[in-house]
């Protein structure tokens, strides 16, 4: 148990002033198992080491493991868990838990047997702990750590303190809110980096940000998918290929057919390929109406516009671009599909987003709206494209 202290400590003492996530604010930390998902790159890791050194410090009745570690390749989580709280342990904090065989079973085993305890997990988000998992239902409060916003990228540069906003808010008050924030920054000089490098906070580490997302990528394809979604290995260069094919021509309207002969694959293989993916959130989908995984797609993006500028080699056209953001923006917490028409959003089943240029699209009712690119302030129904980035 010493040399887990010894890894805890060191680990605690390497974790510097990092950025501020919302997510701290929204988890209930009283409850007994929490569960963390979120990509690789995103800052689980820091995310942890940070509540940590927050709420606890020195103090030995937190410990942080990662299940990589060899130890639990011969050793059981359950009575690990058993032998820390015997000492004096209060609060493990598992990173990596997938990497463990029956991580959920051993999960609800701890639950179950040791009331006294309480465990934070985290992992991929192809890992399934909501109420689809039979050993976590009514056991585990599930949680997603996703990137960056556009507000919490521009309060790192700007050593501001910004609030995030409802949908509701935005679509009332948008002309007030954005003239606020005009006071104290000008999001348009820091929002063209935001699309670039801004949704991973590994950009902090001053390193080569593109080759490191494409390592986290690869890792994501190379890894995660085959281990949690039993896919052979040998058929990874077409998952690979899938992606590329996809990035070369965003938004991409996926011909199913055509992606199966181009990855020499059946069509039930590639549907199945696109539910991978954005499961692993590398990218998002919109349907049209109703999504169904047995559905074609309307229209496919990449996760965010971080893997927009990196995956593809093509130079990402500006419109590929701001409909990727308003998306990855908008459907954390809204039901988000298509309409139809391009460069268009169907929003909670009512409302209407164009995204563009304001001078060439107009508003025609008052459920329609404009995400306005270019805009430090909007009107009426016309709201500028970085707002959005303050609904998280």
């Avoid at 890791?45 to 103090?59: A, C, E, R």
Wanted: proline share 3%; aromatic share 14%.
């Amino acid at each position: 148990m010493e040399r887990f202290y010894n890894t805890h400590f060191e680990l605690l003492d390497s974790v510097k002033s990092h950025i501020n996530r919302e997510l701290k604010n929204e988890i209930n930390w009283q409850n007994r198992l929490i569960g963390i998902k979120g990509t690789r790159g995103i800052g689980k890791t820091v995310f942890l080491l940070d509540y940590i050194k927050s709420n606890f410090g020195n103090d030995k009745s937190c410990l942080y493991v990662n299940l990589n570690n060899f130890y639990f390749s011969s050793h059981s989580l359950v009575d690990f868990a058993n032998e820390f709280r015997k000492i004096g342990g209060k609060v493990l904090v598992i990173d990596q838990v997938f990497k463990y065989p029956d991580w959920s079973a051993a999960l609800s085993q701890i639950y179950d047997k040791y009331p006294d305890l309480k465990v934070v997990f985290a992992g991929s988000p192809v890992m399934q702990i909501d109420e689809s998992n039979l050993y976590l239902k009514g056991k585990v409060s599930s949680y997603h750590l996703r990137g960056l916003s556009f507000r919490e990228f521009l309060n790192y540069r700007t050593n501001n303190s910004f609030s995030n906003y409802t949908l509701n808010d935005l679509l009332k008050y948008h002309v007030e809110i954005a003239k606020d924030i005009l006071v104290k920054a000008k999001p348009l000089a820091y929002f063209s980096d935001y699309l670039q490098y801004g949704f991973y906070p590994f950009f902090t580490d001053k390193a080569n940000f593109r080759e490191n997302l494409i390592k986290v990528a690869n890792l994501t394809l190379e890894i995660d998918i085959p281990y949690l979604q039993q896919m052979e290995i040998k058929y990874l260069p077409k998952l690979k290929k899938l992606v590329y094919l996809l990035s070369e021509n965003m938004p991409h309207v996926p011909n199913i057919s055509q992606l199966s002969s181009s990855i020499e694959t059946s069509r039930a293989t590639v549907m199945n390929y696109l539910k991978y993916l954005r499961n692993a959130r590398l990218i998002n989908v919109v349907y049209n109406g109703e999504q169904e995984d047995s559905k074609k797609p309307d229209r496919v993006y990449m996760q965010n516009s971080n893997l927009l500028h990196t995956v593809s080699m093509i130079l990402p056209s500006s419109s590929a671009l701001h409909e990727t953001f308003f998306l990855n923006q908008l459907n954390y917490e809204n039901k988000v599909e298509s309409n139809g028409k391009k460069g268009e959003f169907l929003v909670n089943n009512e409302l209407t987003f164009k995204i563009g240029n304001s001078k060439r699209i107009t508003a025609n009712s008052s459920n329609v709206f404009i995400a306005a690119d270019m805009e430090e302030v909007g009107l009426d129904n016309k709201i500028p494209l970085w707002l959005f980035g303050f609904l998280c």
